[in-house]
């Protein structure tokens, strides 16, 4: 319907258009055409108008058509390219020339009086200061995310002004816990997933091995459910780091840009974002942070299923996957008994509860006694 319009608007354009053109080139026509005595050249007569409205309309007519998917294809690859380009770069950009044109209308005013020459450099100075201001600035956009993270807000939740980015890790995604984190609604904000990522994902989903493959593609299924089913938005970051060649790297690079917190079960990831001072949150340390509290003496059902590393011991895992260690537990392998627990070990691996058994304990109670 829009096309229609246009070529019907484009059709009315040329011929006004063709009017006037040959309004202007009617004393020319007059000298090159010789008209019989006693005739006059007038337009009435010969249709003159007419004929240029009507020559110039179909033209128009004629090419209205390819100009609009011309014009539809210059806009498609500028949307193709912008797309490429990080929301925050495109503001900084606009953020930057608004200032400098600013700045350079107000120095080049004077040069623009000096007589001759100023009216040559008044712009010339105007575009060098435009293009010394952007380059700064572009140079310089981690230390102005105070303003670009104004304008990558996510627009269908209205982007509050306390909103804070969680950006996703490869390893948090495929890991699966996130999900739910998610359920459980303490996690706030807006869930950040970068394109590097996801193409991460999609190699890992399209490998030959079969184990990498289904780690993957278990990653895309994750993504998946938190976008349809959580209740907690989420952004797709559709910008890159061309000269950064590792995802890691360009995950701190977001998180300094978007001045946002990285979600991740990456141990070496994470020690790195402590380096530079970007917050993480480790989902591993969250998974330790919550496991329930032991103390010495308390008492608790433990299933044996293994042999331990020392003589005699005995091998046990509570529901969360915390190691139970039991002295002397080696002969109740494949029988779930009472025991108590005599110390609680943290370690970077997690926590290890060593235990005795609970008639064991007894005993030895009743021989102190």
Same mark, same amino acid.
């Given at each position: 319907? *829009?096309?229609? $319009?246009?070529?019907?608007?484009?059709? +009315? !354009?040329? /011929?006004?258009?063709? #009017?006037?053109?040959? %309004?202007? @080139?009617?004393?020319?026509?007059?000298?090159?055409?010789?008209?019989?005595?006693?005739?006059?050249?007038?337009?009435?007569?010969?249709?003159?108008?007419?004929?240029?409205?009507?020559?110039?309309?179909?033209?128009?007519?004629?090419?209205?058509?390819?100009?609009?998917?011309?014009?539809?294809?210059?806009?498609?690859?500028?949307?193709?390219? *912008?797309?490429? $380009?990080?929301?925050?770069?495109?503001? +900084? !950009?606009? /953020?930057?020339?608004? #200032?400098?044109?600013? %700045?350079? @209308?107000?120095?080049?005013?004077?040069?623009?009086?000096?007589?001759?020459?100023?009216?040559?450099?008044?712009?010339?100075?105007?575009?060098?200061?435009?293009?010394?201001?952007?380059?700064?600035?572009?140079?310089?956009?981690?230390?102005?995310?105070?303003?670009?993270?104004?304008?990558?807000?996510?627009?269908?939740?209205?982007?509050?002004?306390?909103?804070?980015?969680?950006?996703?890790?490869?390893?948090?995604?495929?890991?699966?816990?996130?999900?739910?984190?998610?359920?459980?609604?303490?996690?706030?904000?807006?869930?950040?997933?970068?394109?590097?990522?996801?193409?991460?994902?999609?190699?890992?989903?399209?490998?030959?091995?079969?184990?990498?493959?289904?780690?993957?593609?278990?990653?895309?299924?994750?993504?998946?459910?938190?976008?349809?089913?959580?209740?907690?938005?989420?952004?797709?970051?559709?910008?890159?780091?061309?000269?950064?060649?590792?995802?890691?790297?360009?995950?701190?690079?977001?998180?300094?840009?978007?001045?946002?917190?990285?979600?991740?079960?990456?141990?070496?990831?994470?020690?790195?974002?402590?380096?530079?001072?970007?917050?993480?949150?480790?989902?591993?340390?969250?998974?330790?942070?919550?496991?329930?509290?032991?103390?010495?003496?308390?008492?608790?059902?433990?299933?044996?299923?293994?042999?331990?590393?020392?003589?005699?011991?005995?091998?046990?895992?509570?529901?969360?996957?915390?190691?139970?260690?039991?002295?002397?537990?080696?002969?109740?392998?494949?029988?779930?008994?009472?025991?108590?627990?005599?110390?609680?070990?943290?370690?970077?691996?997690?926590?290890?509860?060593?235990?005795?058994?609970?008639?064991?304990?007894?005993?030895?109670?009743?021989?102190?006694?």
């Amino acid at each position: 319907m *829009l096309n229609k $319009v246009l070529r019907i608007i484009g059709t +009315l !354009v040329g /011929f006004v258009v063709g #009017i006037y053109v040959f %309004i202007t @080139l009617q004393p020319l026509v007059t000298m090159f055409i010789d008209l019989p005595a006693g005739m006059q050249f007038t337009p009435v007569t010969i249709g003159y108008y007419a004929f240029g409205g009507v020559l110039f309309g179909l033209i128009s007519y004629l090419i209205i058509p390819l100009v609009i998917s011309i014009f539809n294809r210059i806009v498609s690859w500028a949307d193709g390219k *912008l797309k490429s $380009v990080p929301t925050q770069d495109i503001a +900084l !950009v606009v /953020f930057s020339l608004i #200032i400098t044109l600013v %700045i350079g @209308l107000l120095l080049s005013y004077p040069i623009y009086r000096i007589p001759v020459v100023g009216v040559f450099i008044s712009p010339i100075l105007t575009l060098l200061l435009v293009f010394i201001g952007v380059r700064f600035v572009l140079n310089r956009k981690e230390e102005f995310t105070f303003l670009s993270t104004l304008f990558n807000r996510n627009v269908r939740n209205g982007g509050g002004e306390n909103e804070v980015f969680k950006i996703l890790d490869t390893s948090a995604i495929i890991d699966g816990r996130i999900v739910d984190i998610c359920k459980t609604g303490f996690i706030e904000g807006v869930l950040v997933v970068s394109g590097f990522v996801l193409e991460e994902l999609r190699h890992i989903a399209d490998s030959p091995d079969l184990l990498k493959r289904n780690r993957g593609r278990r990653g895309l299924d994750v993504l998946n459910k938190i976008q349809k089913e959580m209740d907690i938005p989420v952004q797709i970051y559709e910008g890159d780091f061309d000269d950064i060649p590792e995802v890691d790297s360009k995950l701190v690079k977001l998180a300094k840009t978007i001045n946002g917190k990285i979600v991740t079960n990456d141990f070496n990831l994470n020690k790195v974002c402590e380096l530079q001072g970007i917050a993480v949150l480790n989902i591993n340390e969250l998974a330790n942070a919550v496991k329930p509290v032991v103390l010495p003496g308390e008492e608790m059902v433990a299933q044996i299923i293994k042999d331990g590393k020392e003589a005699g011991q005995g091998v046990a895992y509570l529901d969360d996957g915390t190691m139970v260690v039991v002295e002397g537990g080696r002969r109740y392998i494949g029988e779930t008994i009472e025991v108590m627990v005599t110390s609680v070990l943290q370690t970077a691996a997690g926590r290890m509860i060593f235990a005795k058994p609970k008639q064991d304990a007894d005993k030895y109670s009743s021989g102190v006694k």
